[in-house]
């Protein structure tokens, strides 16, 4: 059984900042990509930022320069350090993991969501 467990969404005023974290835990075998994703109820989940293993990192145009992904490979964490945020960030937001586990099995992994609210 794997879980990932997402945690620092909230409130904050337009320029605000929040940092969120995701730990990954369970029958862990290798964590490769990790990642956030973002969905407004009735459209489509998007990425808005992902690391792979190797350290290689890549944004959504609409957060680059204002977000920041990093991982800590140690605790199976990765987290998102979001700045000067603004109301069109307000979503609910997932971490994901592709990883595999000791019985084997590779697949995408899902958090369940955090909401972050961007609002005066």
């Known amino acids: 059984q794997v879980q990932l467990v997402e945690s620092g969404g909230g409130l904050v005023q337009p320029g605000g900042s929040l940092r969120l974290s995701c730990a990954a835990s369970?029958?862990?075998?290798?964590?490769?990509?990790m990642g956030w994703y973002r969905q407004t109820p009735g459209k489509e989940r998007e990425l808005v930022a992902r690391?792979?293993?190797?350290?290689?990192?890549n944004y959504a145009d609409s957060v680059k320069g204002r977000f920041t992904i990093s991982r800590d490979n140690a605790k199976n964490t990765v987290y998102l350090q979001m700045n000067d945020l603004k109301p069109e960030d307000t979503d609910v937001y997932y971490c994901?993991?592709?990883?595999?586990?000791?019985?084997?099995?590779?697949?995408?992994?899902w958090g369940q969501g955090t909401q972050v609210t961007v609002s005066s």
């Open positions: 369970g029958r862990l075998l290798s964590i490769y990509n």
């Open positions: 994901n993991a592709d990883l595999s586990t000791t019985g084997g099995y590779r697949r995408l992994y």
């Open positions: 690391k792979t293993s190797s350290g290689s990192t």
